[in-house]
């Protein structure tokens, strides 16, 4: 007679430990925190810290981290610090794309596999600890380890040391084949509430398609903040020129943070500041909902459901 309660049990436990495994997993994860509460601030101070990280070190580039975060905070007065997409472990998601021996290639991808991060990983939580020492809002990148899965992540992170927004990386530049099998693409296109308005998060290779963007403006984003680890030109190149654009058609203000590179773009498309590697710049945004009444007002939207119906040949 004990044997189907056992069983049940058991039951029980597996399901218990499949979805801890396959969920996000946090106990400070808020997302819905400022969701039925008003804005109450429209300005808001953002630091963008052009931070360079080593590969595979995630202590150091934590101590990088929290040194340029730190500084931004209590010496800039930034009340919203943005860093570089995968900060913590140096973007080493791309090392095993060209390694033609199949048992190299493993070898590394089970090493990428060790310094990926839960949500609810040591490194995470010394985020929000800060964030909440701090008294700040913390855009933070790393590579997230989601039960089977990667992720590559970014969360925002309030104040109080709650993750209140976590956005995963829709496109990938080298395709969906040549990444390990685990890397998983997001879905969604979330934005987040705060007490500075709507914002949304893409990162890195998002930014080279337009709905991603489209789709936070017409969800209500107020500012768009865009962690990435490759590709920034000078004033005058194309990743200048197609963030200027990004902000200038979704009329809201782009913060680009790369290793190498900040932008800060408001949402006329006009450029605000420009940093190198190992610098912080400012920008101090305003947030007034008045600034995004009406400014897809002329759109046709009944005249693009043509977008949904082609089915194009083009890879």
């Known amino acids: 007679m004990n044997k189907p309660k056992n069983g049940f049990f058991l039951f029980l436990f597996l399901s218990f430990i499949i979805l801890k495994l396959t969920h996000v997993n946090a106990q400070n994860y808020v997302p819905d925190k400022y969701s039925d509460k008003n804005q109450t601030l429209t300005t808001v101070r953002i630091a963008s810290a052009a931070i360079l990280p080593d590969k595979w070190e995630k202590e150091i580039n934590w101590t990088r ?22 900060i913590l472990d140096g973007y080493v998601i791309e090392l095993s ?3 033609k021996d199949k048992t190299e290639k493993n070898r590394v991808i089970e090493k990428i596999k060790t310094v990926a991060e839960p949500l609810n990983g040591h490194y995470v939580q010394k985020a929000c600890d800060l964030a909440d020492e701090l008294n700040i809002f913390f855009i933070f990148g790393f590579l997230e380890s989601l039960g089977s899965k990667l992720c590559n992540t ?20 080298e395709g969906y084949t040549i990444k390990p099998e685990a890397y998983t693409p997001g879905n969604e296109y979330p934005v987040f509430n705060t007490p ?21 403006a017409l969800k209500g984003a107020q500012i768009l903040f865009v962690p990435a680890y490759g590709s920034c030109t000078d004033d005058d190149g194309w990743n200048t020129a197609l ?5 200038y058609e979704n009329r809201f203000p782009v913060i680009f943070c790369n290793p190498f590179q900040s932008l800060v773009i408001d949402q006329g498309g006009s450029i605000k500041a420009i940093g190198n590697a190992g610098e912080i710049v400012y920008f101090e945004v305003g947030t007034a909902p008045r600034n995004n009444e009406e400014i897809f007002r002329n759109r046709r939207a009944e005249t693009y459901q043509e977008i949904f119906d082609l089915k194009s040949d083009i890879k």
Not at 196 to 216: A, H, L, T, V, W
Not at 243 to 247: C, D, N, P
């Open 196 to 216: 500075f308005g709507k914002n949304g998060i893409i990162i890195c290779y998002d930014r080279q398609s337009p709905e991603p963007e489209r789709i936070m």
């Open 97 to 99: 794309n060209n390694i």
């Open 243 to 247: 963030m200027r654009t990004r902000a």
């Open 154 to 173: 970014a969360i925002l992170i309030d104040p109080e040391g709650d993750i209140i927004g976590r956005y995963t990386k829709t496109h990938f530049a």
């Open 65 to 86: 981290t929290e040194v340029m975060v730190r500084k931004a905070a209590s010496e800039g007065g930034a009340q919203v610090v943005i860093t570089p997409e995968c």
